[in-house]
């Protein structure tokens, strides 16, 4: 699949899951030192390949005829801050919650660590700014994911696939952690428990085969 036919399929996809209503996300896909982004306004379900816009990493505009999203700056600052292959952005609900009422996400779940552990909230500054990129980059250090303050999530992976199943968990995460403050105060996992996992994943247990009869 080429980088703009990768972008459709994984609009759809985010529409589909209600990760995105119409055109409240945006996502791209890096090869190289070319970007290839969803458009600006268009809605992420009714892309095709050519309404795709690719830019280069300095942002100049190398083919198509719409206008990168505006959250291209950001796109690219996180490129350049990660060198990532993919950046998908969305205002998913949950990760739009914890963004709008918290300075961070804490892991209460192990899986948090495939984000990197307790995932940032960016301060606040307007879309599509210069100082809304360089906040983002501060807050994925080290990081796969970080949230926008009232505004929503951010990730990165090696590739689209990547980068959107992170989307997802992050979602997942935030989800887990907004429904359990509805129910008691969710207890965060210690740096001796998380790194307790990272130990047990490292060394997976092997099973003996059964000796034949
Ligand atoms: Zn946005």
Redesign the pocket.
């Known amino acids: 699949m080429s980088l703009r036919e990768q972008l459709c399929a994984y609009g759809r996809r985010a529409v589909e899951l209600g990760l995105v209503i119409g055109s409240?996300?945006?996502l791209s896909v890096r090869e190289g030192d070319l970007v290839a982004v969803t458009p600006a306004g268009a809605a992420l379900d009714r892309l095709t390949p050519e309404m795709c816009p690719v830019v280069d990493v300095e942002g100049h505009l190398v083919e198509g005829e719409l206008q990168p999203s505006s959250?291209t700056p950001m796109h690219l600052a996180v490129y350049a801050a990660t060198g990532a292959g993919a950046v998908v952005?969305?205002?998913a609900v949950f990760g739009t919650v914890v963004a709008t009422t918290m300075t961070e996400l804490p892991p209460v779940h192990y899986n948090a660590l495939l984000l990197g552990g307790a995932v940032r909230v960016a301060p606040y500054a307007t879309?599509g700014t210069p100082e809304l990129a360089a906040n983002v980059r501060q807050a994925m250090e080290g990081r796969k994911a970080a949230l926008?303050a009232n505004?929503?999530g951010v990730t990165v992976g090696a590739t689209l696939e990547e980068a959107f199943e992170a989307t997802r968990l992050l979602e997942w995460l935030c989800e887990v952690y907004v429904r359990g403050l509805g129910v008691g105060t969710p207890t965060v996992l210690t740096g001796e428990q998380l790194d307790a996992v990272v130990e047990r994943a490292l060394n997976p247990p092997v099973f003996p085969r059964r000796p034949p009869s």
């Open positions: 409240s996300g945006n959250e952005h969305t205002h879309y926008m505004h929503g």
